[in-house]
Each structure stands twice: as C-alpha cells, then as structure tokens.
Nanobody, 115 residues
C-alpha cells in the first residue's frame, strides 16, 4: 500500500522559513514527477513546485526564488524548502506523486504565515 505523508508545517511569522517533507512508503514504480500543491481557504488547489524523474524543477511564479523543491531517492523523501514566507503562502500543502499508472496524494500539512 502506497502512502505519502507530509510533515514540517506550522505557524511562522512573515519572512520566516519552513521545510516540508513528504515521505513515500510502499512501492511506486516509474514515478514521472512529484510535486507540492497548496490550497488556501476559498481557493482552488494550485501546483506550487514540481520535480521530474530527471530532476527538472518547475515553480509557481509567486514562489520563484523563495521555494526550493528537492528529492532524496535514497530516503524516498521529497522536500520543499520555503524561505521568505509571506501571509499569502498560507494554506494546506499536499504532496503528490504521478507514476505511469494512477496518482497519489498525501493528506496535507497546514502552513500558516502571520503578518
């Protein structure tokens, strides 16, 4: 059974940093890419950052230069380093994995940035 479990969320002041982790358990074959989505109250879920199997990364314009996505395949873990956080970064952050067949989501971790 495949599970994605996020951790690292919390409450931080504007300008602060957080590091999110997504631990993958179970066997997922041929992951095409993984990503972090977020959903703020009243908003649709949006893709914040993604990383391909080859290591290529992509970011939402509003987080470029502040967020960094990475993977450690030896630990089956993906990370999102978030610096210079802003109140508009507040939301539930979800881990996502897209293999050849199907897809997987974590349950999310809350990030709250106070002004």
């Amino acid at each position: 059974q495949v599970q994605l479990v996020e951790s690292g969320g919390g409450l931080v002041q504007a300008g602060g940093s957080l590091r999110l982790s997504c631990a993958v358990s179970g066997r997922i074959f041929s992951i095409l890419f993984m990503g972090w989505y977020r959903q703020a109250p009243g908003n649709q879920r949006e893709l914040v950052a993604s990383i391909s199997s080859g290591g290529s990364t992509s970011y939402l314009d509003s987080v470029k230069g502040r967020f960094t996505i990475s993977r450690d395949n030896t630990k089956n873990t993906m990370y999102l380093q978030m610096n210079s956080l802003k109140p508009e970064d507040t939301g539930v952050y979800y881990c996502y994995a897209k293999p050849v067949a199907g897809d997987y989501w974590g349950r999310g971790t809350q990030v709250t940035v106070s002004s």
